[in-house]
Each structure stands twice: as C-alpha cells, then as structure tokens.
C-alpha cells in the first residue's frame, strides 16, 4: 500500500511539474497574452519568426501593456527594414514593469554578441529556475541543449531542432 501510495504520490508530482513548464512563469502581461507570450517565445525557439510576430501584436491586442510582448518584437527583429531593428525595439519597452525573467532577457536583447556569454551566465546565476534563461544560455552546444530538453521537456522543440541541425552538420564533416 506504501508503495503505491508513493507512487501516486511521485507521479501526481511529475505530471504537476511537467504540466506547469512555461518559458515565462511570472510576466509582466495578463493570464491571456501571458499564455499567447509563452507559444510566441515557443515560436522563436522553433525558428518561426513570423509566427512569434503575429503572436505578440495579438498579445498587445489582448493586453496593450504587454511589455513581454515588445521582447518577443525585439527578439524577432532583423535588417528587414518593415520590421525595425532590436535597439529600435527595445526603446518602446517600459522596463520597470518587466518581471525579474523579462527584465534579465531584456539585459540579454541589449547586449553585444562579445559580451553575450558572461551576461548570459550572469542572468542564469539570477533566475536559475528560468526556463528561458536555461535556453538562453544553450547555444549551438549539444550537451547544454539535451540537458535543456531534459529539464524542460514541454519546451524542448528548439533544443531537439539544434541537436538535430547539429549532428546533421558533424555529419557531414565525417563523409
């Protein structure tokens, strides 16, 4: 009975924890464009820029101080000129009511490709428990991005798309 009762008990917990997996747990938006937040930056993990484009200009219609939704616009910039460039972006977001996560990626966003790794080990030291962060701070590495999908299995698309990209190209190299 003990045993049993323990293993409903470590499933329940399991189920619990996977279930409750969010790239974004305390947001600076409200219970709908947070969810619609969280498929955004799922979107841009996955390479789907314009799918998080179209995510985030729905948050802002659901919630208009949806400052997440503004770093998922800066995030998704590039040198197309409709779109606008990052730095341009990240004027329009009002920092002080960014939650501690969005405020780190914020930091992040701001910060030049040198400086890009100690800055991002700083945040994960801040926000360890971070989703995220965690993903932030993978890159190209193999071993980082399989210790991701293991952490965060609900989220782990991305990591499991660079793994693959990854081995296709060391591959490759092998022939």
């Not at 470590?10 to 996977?18: A, E, K, N, P």
């Not at 071993?143 to 296709?168: D, I, S, W």
């Amino acid at each position: 009975m003990k045993k049993i009762l323990l293993t409903s008990l470590m499933t329940f917990s399991l189920i619990f924890s996977v279930n409750a997996q969010q790239w974004i747990e305390d947001s600076s938006c409200n219970n709908k464009a947070s969810a619609i937040m969280n498929e955004a930056i799922t979107s841009i993990a996955n390479l789907e820029h314009l799918m998080a484009v179209g995510m985030a200009k729905a948050a802002l219609v659901v919630d208009k101080n949806c400052e997440c939704a503004k770093l998922v616009l800066a995030a998704a910039a590039s040198n197309n000129a409709d779109w606008g460039s990052r730095s341009e972006k990240l004027k329009q977001i009002n920092v002080s009511s960014l939650s501690n996560v969005e405020k780190a990626w914020y930091t992040l966003l701001s910060t030049s490709n040198e400086n890009f790794e100690e800055a991002a080990k700083k945040a994960l030291n801040n926000n360890p428990n971070s989703a995220l962060i965690h993903w932030l701070n993978t890159g190209q590495d193999m071993e980082k991005n399989e210790t991701f999908a293991l952490k965060f299995p609900l989220l782990a698309a991305g990591a499991y798309n660079t793994m693959a990209y990854g081995y296709a190209r060391d591959k490759k190299k092998k022939k």
